[in-house]
Structure formats: structure tokens, C-alpha cells
């Protein structure tokens, strides 16, 4: 059984070691991937912005088109009233369609106001739309940028990344399913990546939390898995700290004068 929980013990620090790797390499590219996935969001925000600008200058466009057919219909309406008042028989009816070809002139009036007002909102508009268009243009060169920068970081670790993950794959082989699931758990939940540590100096190697000398002397023996109290990582192994030996400074006789 000891033998059996060493072994475990082992393969899980073999993992560590080898994911803390790829940590490492990961850490190089910083910010970067982060910055990338921002922009792109970024991006697509100013683009969805520019879409809607478009369609409420298209919408503005057809009111005009909408409105000046409206006056042709007015137009129209008012020169058949014409027509009809040089028939009327009376009074009563002139006044009628009097009224009616004032309405109707109204109408052109608030339709030709309704127009001019369009054309200003669509003149607003286009400045509007040029100037989302000026920031995307310069956040899509920013993007493309960050994205090279990046893609020269992946490929200088490629390689290195590739045989990291043949070796993690191989590592996690020689842990148990169970195991390596709430390994997997504990590292995605420590901001350091690290779920497996060692005590040192008498405390946890990953929270710095003391650990008791009864579970250090477990630790040592390697029989059974024990995690911290405290973080919950694994607790791989003791470090005993060294204590140089100081030797003492070789006393000098004196010689007397005689």
C-alpha cells in the first residue's frame, strides 16, 4: 500500500512539474491573449454599432422618399379640388373644397419640414457613421498587431508546447481517473496553477499555512494522500529545511613579551 501511494505521489508531481511548465511558457505571452480576445470583442461591438447606424440612415432615407411621395399625392389632391371648385354651385361648396386644398397645402408644409429635418439627421448620421468607422478601422490595426505579436510568441514555444503536452498526456496515464479529476479541479482553482506542493519550512508550499509536525510525519511516510486544510492541495512532500553547521573560529595563542 505504501509503495502504491508513493507511486501516486510521484506521478502526480511528475504532472506538476510538467504543467507548471507549460505555465511558464504561457505566462510569456503576458497580457496578450487577453488584449486579443478584448479587441476582437471590441471590434465586433463597433461593428454591430455600424450596422445599426446604416440601417437608421436607410430608414431616414425612405422617410424622405415616403414623404415626398406624400407631396405628389398632396399635390395632386389640391389641383382635382381646384378643378372641382371652378364646378360648384354654391357657396357652401367652395368653401369646402377651400378648406380642404388649405389642408392639403398644410400637409406639404409639415411634409417638406418633415424632409429638411431628415436630411440634417442624415448629414448627423454620416459623421456618425464615419467616425465609428475611423475607430474600428484603427482597433481592427490594433488587433491585427496584437495578433502578430502573439502568433510570433506561440510559434517560438511551439515546439516546446507540443512536447510538453505528449509528455502531460503520458504523466496523466499514470494517475488514476479519480485522482487526476480533483487534481484537475484543484489547479484550475489556484490562481498559481499549482495543486500539488511540498511543506516547506513547516508550512503548506502553496497557501503558507503551518502544517503540523503529526500530519508532516504522515506526509513523510507517503501511506495514505493528505491534502492541506487550509487550500486543499496535495502535500507531496516534506522539505527538511538545511541547517548549515557553523564552525567555530580557531582561538590564536598570543605571545607574551618578554
Do not use: W
Not at 419640414?113 to 440634417?120: D, G, M
Amino acid at each position: 500500500m505504501e509503495n502504491t501511494v508513493a507511486k501516486k505521489l510521484d506521478s502526480l508531481v511528475k504532472l506538476q512539474s510538467i504543467d507548471s511548465e507549460r505555465d511558464e511558457l504561457v505566462k510569456v505571452r503576458g497580457a496578450l491573449p487577453d488584449e486579443v480576445m478584448d479587441l476582437e470583442d471590441e471590434i465586433a461591438g463597433y461593428q454591430t454599432r455600424v450596422e445599426k447606424q446604416n440601417q437608421e440612415l436607410a430608414d431616414l432615407e425612405e422617410n424622405i422618399t415616403n414623404n415626398k411621395a406624400a407631396i405628389k399625392d398632396a399635390e395632386k389632391l389640391i389641383k382635382k379640388y381646384e378643378e372641382q371648385q371652378m364646378n360648384v354651385r354654391n357657396n357652401r361648396e367652395y368653401d369646402a373644397i377651400t378648406k380642404e386644398v388649405e389642408l392639403q397645402q398644410l400637409e406639404i408644409q409639415i411634409l417638406e419640414k418633415r424632409i429638411k429635418e431628415s436630411y440634417a439627421k442624415i448629414d448627423a448620421k454620416k459623421e456618425e457613421i464615419a467616425e465609428t468607422q475611423n475607430t474600428l478601422s484603427e482597433r481592427e490595426k490594433d488587433l491585427d498587431t496584437k495578433k502578430e505579436e502573439l502568433d510570433t510568441i506561440t510559434k517560438e514555444s511551439e515546439a516546446d508546447e507540443e512536447k510538453l503536452m505528449k509528455d502531460r498526456e503520458k504523466a496523466a496515464k499514470q494517475v488514476e481517473d479519480r485522482l487526476l479529476k480533483s487534481y484537475d479541479k484543484v489547479r484550475k482553482n489556484m490562481r498559481n496553477g499549482l495543486a500539488v506542493v511540498p511543506v516547506k519550512r513547516g508550512a503548506c508550499g502553496g497557501c503558507f499555512n503551518v502544517v503540523p509536525p503529526q500530519q508532516q510525519a504522515e506526509i513523510r511516510e507517503k501511506k495514505k494522500i493528505i491534502v492541506c486544510e487550509h487550500c486543499g492541495r496535495i502535500l507531496a512532500d516534506v522539505e527538511d529545511e538545511i541547517v548549515e553547521e557553523v564552525k567555530p573560529k580557531r582561538r590564536t595563542k598570543r605571545t607574551t613579551k618578554k
